[in-house]
């Protein structure tokens, strides 16, 4: 989605990744043969993604003249292993089965067990055991790819990563309290929790990473905090509409999955109280909704003008992340880049 960055770069982070990849499955081999299928198939989890947080890190090392381009390849790989493992557990938790329009880690452990007539019950523990233990792997993997970088950016990376995941997490926390009912999903509960769910790990900590290694600067990661928060909020609020609107095909997600978790997002609350939504909502969430029970929630959602209101909502945080971009004391090429980014999770359609 970033766009800009030379493919030689990107192909440096995928060159570490293949690379770690290759001594996990070596390793793993002689813990037996479930276990290097475990990690084949953790580096094929990590295949085909957008490389949207290596090359926003890469991007901004860059910008502040790409000083360490290894520790930079690195710190790129450790946060597209982050990513991945916090997909894998994301599916656990949602009940997900495919990712990027195929079977996910979760779904091809879970069609083994069922392949070898397992009852349902222990076909899906087995798949939903291997998702959890996976993610945790890679986890695990990418702090040991952040001890290569050279010491004196270690302890700045380290505390990053730290501080990420402990906000994609309360992020996640929070996200399934308002599927479940346990918490109120308020307006201003939902934007807080894609503050920390989307905008923290998504695109403020790989850009404050890549400064970092560069050596930018407080004023630098405090803009870059801001505006990375501001951009992944855009992110999910436009990634909610395709979860519901989009293209399946193009996305490699459902487009009724959200429907059928009874995900709480902004395009929900907008449509709640009004007579199309409240004719259908008792569909919203059943674990057995069907394809025209979802055409019928999308209907209501358009009807009750939840749609419009998200997309101007959409447009409106575009222009204020825009004005923010333009507001701070980025390297020039950055906040183009930056602004053009913004230009572009607006317009995407996977």
């Known amino acids: 989605m970033t766009g800009t960055l030379a493919r030689d770069a990107v192909d440096a982070v995928d060159v570490v990744l293949a690379e770690l990849f290759e001594d996990r499955v070596r390793r793993a081999a002689r813990h037996g043969e479930q276990y290097a299928l475990l990690w084949r198939r953790l580096a094929r989890s990590a295949e085909g993604g957008k490389r949207l947080r290596p090359r926003l890190l890469l991007d901004t090392h860059r910008a502040f003249g790409d000083p360490h381009p290894q520790d930079a390849a690195v710190a790129g790989a450790a946060f597209e292993l982050l990513h991945t493992a916090l997909l894998l557990h994301d ?42 233990l996976g993610g945790d792997l890679l986890l695990s993997a990418a702090h040991a790819l952040l001890a290569r970088v050279r010491p004196a950016a270690y302890e700045a990376l380290s505390a990053l990563v730290d501080e990420c995941l402990f906000r994609a997490a309360a992020g996640e926390h929070a996200d399934v309290a308002f599927a479940l009912g346990t918490v109120p999903a308020t307006p201003e509960g939902l934007v807080r929790m894609m503050e ?30 801001r505006v990375g928060t501001a951009l992944g909020v ?19 997600k459902s487009t009724t999955g959200d429907l059928r978790e009874g995900k709480r997002t902004l395009l929900v609350t907008f449509a709640e109280g009004h007579p199309a939504w409240t004719a259908v909502r008792h569909r919203w969430g059943a674990p057995d909704l069907d394809a025209d029970d979802a055409d019928a929630l999308r209907a209501a959602l358009v009807a009750s003008g939840a749609r419009d209101a998200t997309e101007r909502l ?37």
Not at 240 to 246: A, I, R, S
Not at 323 to 344: F, K, S, V
Request: charged letters at 30%; glycine letters at 10%.
């Open 234 to 252: 855009l992110y999910q609020l436009r990634d909610d509409l395709l979860g519901v609107f989009g293209d399946a095909h193009r996305t490699g």
């Open 91 to 132: 599916d656990v938790l949602d009940q997900d089965r495919s990712r990027r329009g195929r079977l996910n880690l979760t779904g091809e452990f879970t069609q083994d067990a069922q392949a070898a007539d397992l009852p349902p019950r222990t076909a899906d523990a087995w798949g939903e055991a291997s998702g959890i």
């Open 314 to 350: 959409v447009e409106s945080r575009r222009r204020e992340v825009v004005d923010l971009i333009g507001g701070t004391a980025l390297p020039t090429a950055l906040r183009h880049h930056l602004t053009d980014l913004a230009d572009r999770i607006v317009d995407r359609d996977s």
């Open 196 to 225: 920390d769910k989307t905008g923290g790990y998504s695109f403020a900590a790989p850009l404050r990473a890549g400064a970092a290694l560069a050596d930018a600067g407080g004023r630098v990661d405090a803009d870059l905090e």
